[in-house]
């Protein structure tokens, strides 16, 4: 018999991949999304396979299945800064009591659970590159403070599950990704980039362009998540994924008009509260436990993307 698992968040932008790859696998998978940041186009390609269904559901609602589980991944929650400033106490709450309820889903069924945590965990970091031990500097009352507190608290409630019921569990420390159906409107710097860029708009640089990131293409991310998922051995510990390679933001739109052909220039405009002024994964642990680390290069999977948003 075919294994379940749930997604939650199913139909966002890492879900959906996610739920493509567990039906790639031959597992039956359930998604579970309310839809608020999450969009059905994501998984229409899944809807018609006999292995998938969807469930339009809020995860900070009891969460009631007939099925049994064997793996829950939970990844809703808004995640982009546009979206969680948008919906502050949806953010809180999906990160406290979906998680609480996604973990009794967990405990129930004996269930395998990988929480999506985030880079935002370590805030506006002291320390770099960011490895697993370091405890972050954030700001609990600021405005991106509600989506860096409830990812925290997640991985709380998560440790705290793993030690007193004995479940299975894994955290996955997600820094910045992209790649095609990212939504052009979530207010990120590569969507907003390159939609700016196509339309020869001028390119919105917050502050002077010089913090940094470190970015993702999707496939590697989904790959290195899948090596944490499936790992035989036990990982409760966090994982941060993600690619280590640097760069200023100015540094990035300018790749972008010149990958684009663009006609725009730049705009500087105010830099957002508590913009983390750099960013870089440390993932010598994901190298040594998963042998994973990322291959694709910046401009190739910008070239992806670019074509997607072009189509
Ligand atoms: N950013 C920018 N222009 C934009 C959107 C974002 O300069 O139109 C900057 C933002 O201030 C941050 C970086 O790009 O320093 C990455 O922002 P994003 O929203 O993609 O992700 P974050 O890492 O902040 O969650």
Not at 6 to 14: K, R
Request: proline content about 5%; charged content about 25%; hydrophobic content about 40%.
């Amino acid at each position: 018999m075919r294994e379940t698992a749930v997604v939650t968040g199913g139909a966002g932008f890492l879900g959906a991949y996610l739920c493509e790859r567990l039906i790639g696998l031959d597992f039956k998978v359930i998604c579970l999304d309310n839809l608020i940041t999450g969009r059905l186009q994501n998984i229409a390609n899944l809807s018609a396979k006999r292995n998938f269904s969807f469930i339009k559901h809020d995860v900070t609602k009891d969460i009631v299945l007939k099925d049994k589980v064997s793996l829950i991944l939970h990844f809703a929650s808004p995640a982009s800064p546009v979206d969680y400033l948008q919906y502050p106490i949806q953010t809180l709450k999906v990160g406290s009591l979906g998680t609480y309820n996604s973990l009794g889903l967990a405990r129930k069924n004996k269930a395998r659970f990988l929480l999506a945590s985030t880079s935002e965990v370590y805030g506006d970091p002291l320390v770099h590159p960011q490895a697993e031990d370091y405890w972050g500097n954030v700001n609990s009352i600021g405005p991106r403070g509600v989506y860096d507190e409830a990812k925290r608290f997640a991985e709380a409630i998560t440790m705290a599950y793993h030690r007193t019921h004995k479940i299975d569990t894994r955290i996955v420390r997600i820094f910045n990704t992209f790649g095609p159906r990212m939504r052009k409107d979530d207010g990120r710097a590569i969507p907003n980039f390159i939609s700016q860029a196509l339309e020869h708009k001028p390119l919105t640089v917050y502050g002077k362009g010089l913090q940094t990131r470190s970015f993702c293409y999707v496939d590697d991310l989904i790959d290195g998540i899948m090596k944490l998922l499936l790992l035989k051995r036990e990982a409760c510990f966090p994982m941060n994924i993600g690619n280590p390679s640097e760069m200023r933001m100015i540094d990035l739109a300018k790749t972008i008009i010149t990958l684009t052909q663009s006609k725009s220039k730049i705009r500087f405009q105010p830099l957002p509260i508590d913009d983390p002024r750099q960013r870089k994964p440390d993932i010598s642990r994901a190298k040594r436990f998963l042998k994973w680390q990322p291959k694709v290069e910046l401009k190739s999977g910008l070239s992806k993307t670019i074509a997607w948003f072009r189509s």
